[in-house]
């Protein structure tokens, strides 16, 4: 039996989101703040019976920040759907009395488990007797109600689908109708679960949490996991065992008390008590003994871990080891008391590990987690590590992301066939993986974009790519369908554009009698590229219109081509000394590439490009990128359309980087501090976008600002 769903509703970040499970290894993926700690707590508080009862009353804090001060009336659902119940009898019989579905056969295939949080029995019947439209009385009601007028309770066999908002209505009410159900136990809860109910005895459920302060943890009894392995076998030893050990005991503890300097600071004691009180007044006895414990439970609590690191022999203490090796000691241990726990024989295993690549080397991640397999046993992760995401299957992804005030889960392989996800797997590595946590995704086909896009924006924009929360992934081809089918209305929620060339000819690449077989050669590849080009662009372009995530844009030629044609000839012209030694040769090149002429400085951008190697090329470029450098049309159009909408503390950052760069060119200085003001107006809400572009482009209607406004 694994867990095949799980639902939240007004659940702390989580509006409502749906996340599925599959049997085996899961992973859920995040980057900080998407909810992945929140998600975990919420599978605990139905499983995790080291969690009390007290922990699933809610307070004030665990309703969805989205419902704002209207929290009242509204309430916290958290369902756990099942599949592959086992057949034995016992499970059956507590699923048929509990949380299961039947089959047509008899037997439960599907059983759900479900936490409500809900006002309590008079709110409710208050809020049914309500007339439709009574929105003064629902307000009275609503400024009454407390966290305190809330009750918390366990359903079985729910049917309803919680995360549909029609659903939700027909059990919990219209607030803007002021239509509330007469029932107070609507039929899609299911049926209720008492207390003596538990499903705690028929779930092994093992949590690790994420690896914050190790060595704390091993200090503390409570919660040191060498302990709890001890405490599990001390019970078992018999006493035939504990007597020989207990009777060392006693023997040393009498030993210590009988020490010489012992008895002596016992007379110390003695006496000093007499001399100040008096013996009336002092004790009739005093002795100082030894108390070395003598159970199981209590001498197994006195064991300590030593571990070496090093091959010199030595073992120290957790205290002793480094961050990666104490982590690597308690996953270790905990998945120790996972398999003593799993060989109760439950219907279930389950074990939840969070973010375990906390101070864990990079191979040791991907090797944990390629290793950690257990028959018959649910894993599930939460990580955002690249290297478990390159490893983990796209069909038991869920990536969690923030949208807005909420968390939204997305599942990457809803839809795709078998031949897509095994394609997926292979080509997501661990840098490419990082389009699974980016809010926005770049895609490009070369070293080229790769490494100058990011320098371009940086310098050009004055923020990073990373800033703006945009990934730029290298797929090293032109095959793009194969990754922008993942960014998807049904898979994952997230824009997508798609940067590529059309590889349009440079020459005439007509054959004219006289053409050398060299000419002819060139003019082949030329024309084979530039049908390759328009073949591609069809082909994207029809998939971007069935798909308003993903965009297009295209070089005209090839990147190299276009940044001269955007107008950075002289950029390109300061590498060339770097490429020719005489002089001769240099001189050729820069007049070509200064001719202003396709068919010449095209074919001579390409040379270059391909005798320093294309990667080397656009590293010697970086170095020369400046505030100055013009960033090709095609690429500022994707970059502005796939981080859309940009918010306006990001769009002031922009202008004033500008503005500060029209300055150090010689732009007036009063002019750039009036139009900085206007930059803080926009900030603040004063004014709008529409009245800050017109300030600017009354000032300066063309170059790089003029670009960038006309975009937003």
Known sequence: MHISRLQLVNYRNFARTSVTFKGGVNTIIGENG????????????????????????????????????????????????????????????????????????????????????????????????????????????????????????????????????????????????????????????????????????????????????????????RTNPLLGLLRSKSGKISAATMDPITALVDQLNGKISDLDDVQEVRRNIRETISDAAGVTYSPTKLSIRSELPTEADRLFQSLKLFVGEADDGHEGGVQDLSLGGANLIYLTLKLLEFKYQKGKQACANILLIEEPEAHIHTHIQKTLFERLKYDETQIIYSTHSTHISEVSKVDSINILARSGASCEAYQPSVGLDTDQIGALERYLDAVRSNLLFAKSVILVEG???????????????????????????????????????????????????????????????????????????????????????????????????????????????????????????????????????????????IARLASGKLDEYGPQVLFLANKAGKGWFAVMLGRLITADTIVPGYILDALLKVHAPLSAPTIAAIIDHRLAALQANGADELDILMLGVEVEKYRTGEIDLDALKASLLANYPEGTLAEILSRL
């Open 447 to 589: 070293d080229a974009e790769e490494i100058l896009i990011p320098i371009l924006v940086k310098q050009v924009l004055g923020i990073s790519l990373d800033e703006m929360g945009v990934s730029l992934i290298n797929i090293r081809s032109t095959g793009f369908e194969n990754i922008s089918v993942l960014f998807h209305a049904d898979r994952i929620r997230k824009r997508c554009a798609i940067i590529t060339d059309l590889d349009a000819p440079t020459i005439d690449i007509t054959v004219h009698e006289g053409d050398t077989k060299e000419t002819i050669t060139d003019k082949g590849v030329a024309e084979r590229s530039a049908k390759a080009g328009a073949d591609r662009h069809e082909r994207l372009t029809a998939m971007e219109a069935a798909n308003p995530l993903v965009s297009c844009h295209f070089a005209d030629h090839t990147f190299e081509v276009d940044f001269i044609k955007a107008g950075n000839v002289q950029t390109v012209v300061d590498v060339v000394p770097e490429l020719y030694v005489q002089k001769a040769y240099r001189d050729a090149a």
């Open 34 to 221: 998407s909810g992945k700690t929140n998600l975990f707590r919420a599978i605990r508080l139905l499983l995790d019976g080291n969690l009390s009862w007290s922990a699933s009353r809610m307070t004030r804090d665990d309703f969805h920040r989205g419902l704002g001060p209207d929290w009242q009336g509204h309430w916290i659902i958290i369902s756990l759907d099942f599949a592959d119940v086992s057949d034995d009898e016992a499970v059956q019989a507590m699923f048929l009395h509990g949380a299961g579905d039947a089959a047509a056969g008899g037997a439960v295939d599907r059983a759900s488990y479900t936490l409500v949080c809900r006002p309590k029995a008079p709110r409710r019947v208050q809020l049914s007797k309500l007339a439709a439209g009574d929105v003064a009385g629902l307000d009275a009601i609503r400024a009454e109600m407390t966290i305190d007028d809330y009750e918390t309770a366990l359903f079985g066999k729910s049917t309803a689908d919680f995360t549909d908002p029609a659903a939700y209505t027909a059990l919990v009410g219209d607030f803007s109708a002021v239509q509330f159900p007469a029932e107070l136990e609507p039929p899609g809860l299911g049926f209720r679960i008492q207390g003596a109910m538990t499903i705690y005895d028929h779930v092994c459920f093992t949590y690790i949490q994420a690896l914050r302060d190790v060595v704390e943890e091993f200090r503390n009894n």
